[in-house]
Nanobody, 116 residues
């Protein structure tokens, strides 16, 4: 079992930056691939970014490529999402996900609001 707690969301002006954090419980964090997803009002949850277990490989949705950076610190059981050049369309609840084979865990989400 993995428990995930996101933090770092808030209100920011367009063009600004935020860093989200996702802290995981347990001693097996490094075994999980970690991802960020987001869900805007009235829309389905969508993939944002993923990082492999060691942190050596990342992948991003086209909509955030070049603006967002995912990273992890396995010693701290934490995954980050650095968001820059934010746009109003980035407004959403951002969720952290841990995936290992068929096991998948979600955090409760953190709200990011970008004003124009």
């Amino acid at each position: 079992q993995v428990q995930l707690v996101e933090s770092g969301g808030g209100l920011v002006q367009a063009g600004g930056s935020l860093r989200l954090s996702c802290a995981a419980s347990g001693r097996t964090f490094s075994r999980y691939a970690m991802s960020w997803f987001r869900q805007a009002p009235g829309k389905e949850r969508e993939f944002v970014a993923v990082i492999n277990r060691s942190g050596s490989t990342t992948n991003y949705a086209d909509s955030v490529k070049g603006r967002f950076t995912i990273s992890r610190d396995n010693a701290k059981n934490t995954v980050y999402l650095q968001m820059s050049s934010l746009k109003p369309e980035d407004t959403a609840v951002y969720y952290c996900n841990a995936q290992l084979l068929i096991r998948s865990y979600w955090g409760q989400g953190t709200q990011v609001t970008v004003s124009s």
